[in-house]
């Protein structure tokens, strides 16, 4: 631990070239965003599913007695969950090219697969077709979740990491409202209007390839690979002063550190790695868990099922997205101030209240006949407002953000790996199963992921513990060493320390 603590205190400003590095590199979370939002609207179109599943297509005419099950379709789950199985093997690749070329190729990469799989699946002629397209674009989400979350926060000044960490975050939401309002404005384009909605993914593809061309390699990274000089004359165009002595010394070292591990995914299975790989994973796993991404890929399909018009339901997809980017606006605010515990907590008693009452209106008031009467439809709008309005200050955000500061840097690339193929793995699986869980447990569903909640309530409880105001290499003294649940995989036993 001979290491620089004086972490916070570098000279330096934030210019407008950081800043316009940001904005670029951020259009790889809103390419992310634009995907989340796109499927659900484009699975409910009459002219995309007349296309490619006629089927579902007559039952959607004929709702009939089980109007639960008439989108429930493996292929049509798998149009949406495609992306996100290559998107969770490709991340891994992803994660040794980050380290060994750099950021910026794994940004440029990102883009071009991004954008080729965007237009083969808005040009396609056959299902297959669109499928290789949505593949193509999971390489694209891949290697830009592992990427651009770390160039984010590697070129930000040391005390602007937490908030810049949550731009990332708050471009998936401006994506996923952007796509809301695409699918909006092309549900009355008959026939194309579904081509248009996939192919309009172009235009967050393309403006990550130009930055990608325009962005530097970051410091870290540069020096990661030992291009010391580069690194410096980096250092100095990001931060707009000449002394950047002090930083690149602590990166150094932070480097040297690193490299002594050899194999950071060996070093993963110590004792000591354990705390942080558990709390990495789950707070991803839990994500999930808490059913956000039914809402946000399946939003209009929902409303559709519990009688809404295409019209209704898409226009109620645009309000829940507006609410999910205003709302994690105010993480930037509290996650700092209130601690991440408390934000976490207080989700979770309003996600599980909202989840609850959902189910239980679904239970009592959806008839047979598929009508909910209409103050019953307003409340169920209102409550998965309130539902997401709650996910977006805490665990969307923070999922990502406690991954990113709990591992000590020798294993922190290879970590948020784990973290970030839990998070694909999980988005994956509720994607090609919710239609199908919908048809089975029809608004019993709801209650699920309620159950869920109050396991995640009682995981922040007893084992989540508190980073604010941690820096970030201090955390393995300053928590795990004091946490009554952690502590003992900290041995004082030096051969244990040694990972003996
Ligand atoms: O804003 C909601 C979105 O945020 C994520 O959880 C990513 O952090 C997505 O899985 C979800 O669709």
Known sequence: MGTTNKLDHFPGKITPYVITCWLLAACGGLMFGYDIGISGGVTGMDDFLKEFFPKVYQRKQHAHENNYCKFDNQYLQLFTSSLYLSALVSSFLASK???????????????????????????????????????????????????????????????????????????????????????????????????????????????????????????????????????????????????????????????????????????????????????????????????????????????????FKSNGSLLSAVIIGLVNVFSTL?????????????????????????????????????????????????????LTCLFVMSFAWSWGPLGWLIPSETFPIETRTAGFAFAVSSNMMFTFLIAQAFLSMLCHMRAYIFLFFSGWIVVMGFFVVFILPETKGVPIDAVADRVWKKHPVWKRFFNEDPKQENGA
């Open 97 to 307: 090219v980050c380290s060994l070329k750099g950021r910026k190729p794994t940004i440029l990469i990102s883009a071009v697969f991004f954008l080729v799989g965007s237009a083969f699946s808005a040009l396609s002629q056959r299902l297959w077709m669109v499928i290789i397209g949505r593949v193509f674009m999971g390489v694209g989400v891949g290697f830009g979740n592992e990427a651009v979350p770390l160039f984010l926060s590697e070129i930000a000044p040391m005390q602007h990491r937490g908030a810049v960490n949550i731009l990332f975050q708050l471009l998936v939401t401006v994506g996923i409202l952007t796509a809301n309002l695409v699918n909006f404005a092309t549900l009355r384009l008959h026939p194309i209007g579904w081509r248009i909605s996939l192919g309009l993914a172009i235009i967050p593809a393309v403006l990550l390839l130009i930055g990608g061309i325009i962005i530097t390699e970051t410091p870290t990274s540069l020096i990661e690979r030992d291009r010391i000089d580069e690194g410096r004359k980096v250092l100095r165009k990001i931060r707009g002063v000449d002394e950047v002595e002090a930083e690149l010394q602590q990166i150094r070292e932070a480097c040297d550190q690193a490299k002594l591990v050899k194999h950071p995914y060996k070093e993963l299975r110590k004792k000591q790695s354990v705390p942080p790989l558990v709390i990495g994973i789950l707070m991803q796993v839990f994500q999930q868990m808490t059913g956000i991404n039914a809402v946000m890929f399946y939003a209009p399909i929902l409303f559709q099922t519990v009688g």
């Open 330 to 382: 105010v993480s930037v605010y509290g996650v700092d101030k209130f601690g991440r515990r408390i934000l976490l907590l207080q989700a979770c008693v309003q996600m599980f209240v909202s989840q609850t009452a959902i189910g239980i209106i679904l239970i009592l008031k959806l008839t047979d006949t598929n009508t909910l009467p209409k103050g019953a439809a307003v409340l169920v709008v209102i």
